[in-house]
């Protein structure tokens, strides 16, 4: 744990330096010019790349010296015909050559010093009897192999500390596991519930050494409803028992049945630095198409939020949680709920009601949920704070939600959120009141979408039972979104209109807005007392100086951007976007509006029929205009973009 630690900060470095380069999924990659340089170093201390060559056959190189060779992401098939000497290689990496089917029995005899060997993505059946040779291999990596039915050799690496098996179904027997005492990682995970269905008895808790332990996808009972099945007379069953017995483990990723009912919890594993559950209902493995649809939910779930060392993924089919996963989930920092039909608040998921190390909340169709929590109830009383460290939230499609929270607010909630995700919350009538409001003031990216009796995205005002003191006339002191970046907002017919004057004027970091599929939306700034807020034409002109993008299409009734005739400066404007809002006669734009505005989109029908304050502007803007019709793609995109983060 330590040392992936470490070599995370260098990887870090590398990046921040530019000489590796990050992608969207984490992953990190060399520039062609880094890495031909890389390449060219490496080659003087006795290391030969030749990856992503679409070679077919093995290389002609001297093996002799070589320390570490690396055939990765070719198209081999044919070896060489004999053995090879390499006796100072340390790493060999033949992955993803998916034309390997079979390696020579005798190809191992010569690498008696090989440390790391990575065969992953190949078509391997078995491994040859020359593996035997490899007593000092340490790491093993062979994930994705889907054709390999016999690892039954590996019980000859007497020093092999890293195994990696990921995503193999057709393994026959697993018993040779047994004999790896020296183990320290092992990653079992999403293999098929058929080859896990063999898994013998006391295999995994004879691996003392162990550090980290990955078995995702594998369905480990309880105690109480351990698997057993009969095997030419022998009995195979693997319980929660033979895992609790790994008092090393600092790494756990593993998959239970919500239905296991054993409430213990090893008291280290409230120590442990990073793990994984996923906790599903039976239903998952009763048919085909959920057990599919649960497989496919697991990769997504492994691959998404790497930031996240303590990560729950649960489905809980009955009223009762067992003890260990209110345990579990107090500590966890990312929490996936998903068809929790008994639900009613996700405070009952922690006995301590704060979920302080929650950093990421997403739930999904959880049907019985009306809040997100509750200190209406004089029965339990209200922490002093909760959620104070989320910082985001994905609510999708929890249809009987009407508020966040029933009662007074605790203190921090939400106070560290910066994405707040909405998606099929069809009871939701206000959507942010003002109470709530006051504590979103480090939100920098809200979606809402499919929320469908929306009346109100924000509510200014506070109730109060004075008469003396109308709901109207209440003027919040506080900041309001000083931090959002982003607005996108789809299908929800509620809305008349989108925000206040008053809130628009403070949104002075909103880079992207989008509204689009409103079919009610007759302005963007709210009408309603719009005269008793007080019109400064100066001030107003100026709202949004940030905004980069603005895209407004499918808005049935919207007429304008305001009540007034005003224009807006926009000076960071770059592109606009205007597609079937049939009412709308007039931008919102002056003359001066927009310098560095590149694209717009509209028809040209439309863009000739509009009023213009000065033609000028038309002239200017005409050049920039792009009539081509839109695919359904272009329509969603920016919207799946956030759906996919």
Same mark, same amino acid.
């Given at each position: 744990?330590?040392?992936?630690?470490?070599?995370?900060?260098?990887?870090?470095?590398?990046?921040?330096?530019?000489?590796?380069?990050?992608?969207?999924?984490?992953?990190?990659?060399?520039?062609?010019?880094?890495?031909?340089?890389?390449?060219?170093?490496?080659?003087?201390?006795?290391?030969?790349?030749?990856?992503?060559?679409?070679?077919?056959?093995?290389?002609?190189?001297?093996?002799?010296?070589?320390?570490?060779?690396?055939?990765?992401?070719?198209? $081999?098939?044919?070896?060489?015909?004999?053995?090879?000497?390499?006796?100072?290689?340390?790493?060999?990496?033949?992955?993803?050559?998916?034309?390997?089917?079979?390696?020579?029995?005798?190809?191992?005899?010569?690498?008696?010093?090989?440390?790391?060997?990575?065969?992953?993505?190949?078509?391997?059946?078995?491994?040859?009897?020359?593996?035997?040779?490899?007593?000092?291999?340490?790491?093993?990596?062979?994930?994705?192999?889907?054709?390999?039915?016999? $690892?039954?050799?590996?019980?000859?690496?007497?020093?092999?500390?890293?195994?990696?098996?990921?995503?193999?179904?057709?393994?026959?027997?697993?018993?040779?596991?047994?004999?790896?005492?020296?183990?320290?990682?092992?990653?079992?995970?999403?293999?098929?519930? !058929?080859?896990?269905?063999?898994?013998?008895?006391?295999?995994?808790?004879?691996?003392?050494?162990?550090?980290?332990?990955? $078995?995702?996808?594998?369905?480990?009972?309880?105690?109480?409803?351990?698997?057993?099945?009969?095997?030419?007379?022998?009995?195979?069953?693997?319980?929660?028992?033979?895992?609790?017995?790994?008092?090393?483990?600092?790494?756990?990723?593993?998959?239970?049945?919500?239905?296991?009912?054993?409430?213990?919890?090893?008291?280290?594993?409230?120590?442990?630095?990073?793990?994984?559950?996923?906790?599903?209902?039976?239903?998952?493995?009763?048919?085909?198409?959920?057990?599919?649809?649960?497989?496919?939910?697991?990769?997504?779930?492994?691959?998404?939020?790497?930031?996240?060392?303590?990560?729950?993924?649960?489905?809980?089919?009955?009223?009762?949680?067992?003890?260990?996963?209110?345990?579990?989930?107090?500590?966890?920092?990312?929490?996936?709920?998903?068809?929790?039909?008994?639900?009613?608040?996700?405070?009952?998921?922690?006995?301590?009601?704060?979920?302080?190390?929650?950093?990421?909340? !997403?739930?999904?169709?959880?049907?019985?949920?009306?809040?997100?929590?509750?200190?209406?109830?004089?029965?339990?009383?209200?922490?002093?704070?909760?959620?104070?460290?989320?910082?985001?939230?994905?609510?999708?499609?929890?249809?009987?939600?009407?508020?966040?929270?029933?009662?007074?607010?605790?203190?921090?909630?939400?106070?560290?959120?910066?994405?707040?995700?909405?998606?099929?919350?069809?009871?939701?009538?206000?959507?942010?009141?003002?109470?709530?409001?006051?504590?979103?003031?480090?939100?920098?990216?809200?979606?809402?979408?499919?929320?469908?009796?929306?009346?109100?995205?924000?509510?200014?005002?506070?109730?109060?039972?004075?008469?003396?003191?109308?709901?109207?006339?209440?003027?919040?002191?506080?900041?309001?979104?000083?931090?959002?970046?982003?607005?996108?907002?789809?299908?929800?017919?509620?809305?008349?209109?989108?925000?206040?004057?008053?809130?628009?004027?403070?949104?002075?970091?909103?880079?992207?807005?989008?509204?689009?599929?409103?079919? !009610?939306?007759?302005?963007?700034?709210?009408?309603?007392?719009?005269?008793?807020?007080?019109?400064?034409?100066?001030?107003?002109?100026?709202?949004?100086?940030?905004?980069?993008?603005?895209?407004?299409?499918?808005?049935?009734?919207?007429?304008?951007?305001?009540?007034?005739?005003?224009?807006?400066?926009?000076?960071?404007?770059?592109?606009?976007?205007?597609?079937?809002?049939?009412?709308?006669?007039?931008?919102?734009?002056?003359?001066?509006?927009?310098?560095?505005?590149?694209?717009?989109?509209?028809?040209?029908?439309?863009?000739?029929?509009?009023?213009?304050?000065?033609?000028?502007?038309?002239?200017?803007?005409?050049?920039?205009?792009?009539?081509?019709?839109?695919?359904?793609?272009?329509?969603?995109?920016?919207?799946?973009?956030?759906?996919?983060?």
């Amino acid at each position: 744990m330590e040392a992936r630690s470490t070599f995370h900060l260098i990887v870090d470095e590398l990046v921040s330096s530019c000489l590796l380069l990050r992608d969207m999924e984490g992953y990190v990659m060399l520039h062609d010019v880094v890495r031909d340089v890389a390449i060219s170093i490496a080659r003087n201390r006795s290391f030969i790349v030749r990856a992503g060559m679409n070679l077919t056959q093995w290389p002609n190189v001297e093996h002799g010296n070589c320390k570490r060779l690396s055939l990765m992401s070719n198209k $081999i098939t044919c070896f060489l015909p004999g053995q090879i000497e390499a006796p100072f290689l340390l790493t060999l990496c033949l992955n993803e050559n998916s034309g390997i089917k079979e390696i020579p029995s005798d190809f191992f005899e010569g690498m008696q010093n090989l440390t790391t060997l990575d065969l992953s993505c190949t078509e391997i059946q078995s491994l040859p009897p020359s593996f035997s040779c490899l007593k000092s291999l340490r790491v093993l990596c062979m994930d994705k192999c889907s054709c390999l039915v016999d $690892i039954s050799q590996i019980e000859w690496l007497k020093r092999l500390q890293i195994l990696s098996l990921f995503d193999l179904n057709q393994i026959r027997s697993w018993e040779s596991l047994r004999k790896l005492t020296t183990l320290k990682m092992l990653d079992l995970s999403l293999i098929k519930v !058929s080859a896990a269905a063999s898994f013998p008895a006391k295999v995994i808790s004879n691996l003392h050494q162990l550090e980290e332990l990955r $078995i995702i996808g594998r369905i480990f009972e309880g105690d109480d409803d351990v698997n057993q099945i009969e095997e030419d007379g022998d009995q195979s069953d693997v319980g929660l028992s033979e895992i609790a017995c790994l008092t090393r483990l600092t790494c756990l990723q593993m998959t239970l049945t919500s239905e296991c009912k054993s409430q213990g919890l090893p008291s280290y594993w409230e120590n442990l630095t990073e793990f994984i559950f996923v906790v599903h209902s039976n239903l998952y493995t009763h048919t085909t198409y959920f057990a599919l649809r649960l497989f496919l939910v697991l990769d997504t779930f492994l691959k998404k939020h790497k930031e996240f060392k303590k990560k729950m993924f649960l489905q809980l089919s009955s009223i009762s949680v067992p003890n260990w996963i209110l345990v579990l989930s107090g500590l966890t920092n990312c929490l996936f709920l998903e068809d929790c039909p008994h639900l009613k608040s996700v405070e009952q998921l922690d006995p301590s009601r704060t979920f302080d190390n929650l950093k990421l909340l !997403s739930i999904y169709r959880c049907n019985s949920m009306t809040h997100l929590y509750s200190t209406a109830s004089c029965e339990a009383k209200a922490p002093m704070y909760a959620f104070r460290n989320l910082e985001r939230l994905d609510l999708n499609y929890v249809h009987k939600l009407v508020a966040f929270c029933d009662g007074t607010l605790p203190q921090g909630f939400f106070q560290n959120l910066k994405s707040l995700n909405v998606d099929g919350c069809s009871k939701v009538f206000i959507l942010i009141p003002c109470d709530l409001l006051e504590r979103l003031q480090n939100l920098e990216i809200l979606v809402v979408l499919n929320t469908r009796n929306m009346e109100k995205l924000v509510q200014l005002e506070k109730s109060t039972t004075n008469a003396t003191h109308s709901m109207s006339s209440y003027r919040p002191s506080f900041p309001i979104f000083p931090k959002l970046r982003e607005l996108h907002i789809h299908q929800c017919p509620g809305l008349t209109y989108l925000l206040p004057m008053r809130v628009l004027r403070e949104l002075k970091q909103l880079e992207i807005l989008e509204i689009s599929r409103s079919d !009610s939306m007759v302005m963007i700034v709210e009408y309603e007392n719009y005269e008793d807020e007080g019109i400064d034409v100066d001030q107003d002109k100026a709202i949004l100086p940030r905004l980069k993008s603005l895209d407004l299409w499918l808005l049935e009734q919207l007429m304008s951007f305001c009540p007034s005739r005003l224009c807006f400066d926009w000076p960071a404007l770059e592109y606009l976007r205007v597609y079937h809002c049939p009412w709308v006669n007039r931008l919102p734009l002056h003359t001066n509006s927009a310098p560095k505005l590149r694209t717009l989109h509209m028809n040209q029908q439309w863009f000739n029929g509009l009023e213009w304050e000065d033609e000028s502007l038309k002239s200017r803007l005409q050049p920039l205009l792009q009539t081509k019709a839109s695919s359904l793609r272009d329509w969603t995109h920016p919207i799946m973009n956030l759906l996919k983060q």
